[in-house]
């Protein structure tokens, strides 16, 4: 089995959360940025203090979204890397490479973005990466004839840029 991850510093130039795993070599706990949504130890507390996943998400960038509102709220996160779980990553979206996957994780992205864009050094830059990186993609599929992940990812942008400016508007 392949280890796939061991918590994830936030790259708010990015906004990505980069795995550790290549940094870790089994050094217990340690204070991440972010974890995993597959399996989270999440204490009464903030439940108690209405600090929820937000619904806004449906899939991904939801795990992404609660981590950086606890740690902005003065929590810790706390990863330990002897603990093993197994997970099968994406399998209820049908794989990391399905037009499911593409439509929702770019327009999360793009609410997850457009909501903490104030955390980045160069918001416009930020969202240049953004947009070039899903340009990218589109014309990457659309040169390999696949249109369905290409059509999947500008509905995603769409969708996520219709989501935000109604939650503006509230």
């Not at 204070?31 to 600090?51: A, Q």
């Not at 993609?137 to 769409?158: C, E, M």
Request: proline share 2%; hydrophobic share 35%; charged share 30%.
């Amino acid at each position: 089995n392949e280890k796939w991850y061991d918590g994830a510093k936030i790259n708010w130039n990015k906004f990505e959360g980069e795995n550790l795993s290549k940094c870790m070599n089994n050094k217990g706990e340690i204070d991440v940025d972010m974890i995993s949504g597959c399996l989270m130890l999440i204490k009464r507390e903030l439940f108690m203090k209405n600090i929820f996943l937000p619904e806004d998400y449906f899939m991904f960038f939801e795990d992404l979204d609660y981590c950086a509102n606890v740690k902005e709220k003065g929590y810790r996160l706390i990863y330990n890397n002897k603990s093993i779980i197994y997970h099968k990553i994406s399998q209820s979206s049908g794989g990391e490479k399905s037009p499911f996957y593409f439509k929702y994780s770019t327009r999360n992205w793009y609410i997850f973005m457009n909501k903490y864009i104030y955390k980045a050094d160069n918001p416009r830059k930020s969202k240049l990466y953004f947009y070039l990186n899903r340009i990218s993609r589109v014309v990457y599929f659309g040169v390999l004839g696949k249109s369905d992940k290409s059509k999947a990812i500008i509905n995603g942008i769409k969708e996520g840029y219709k989501f935000y400016k109604n939650k503006e508007k509230i």
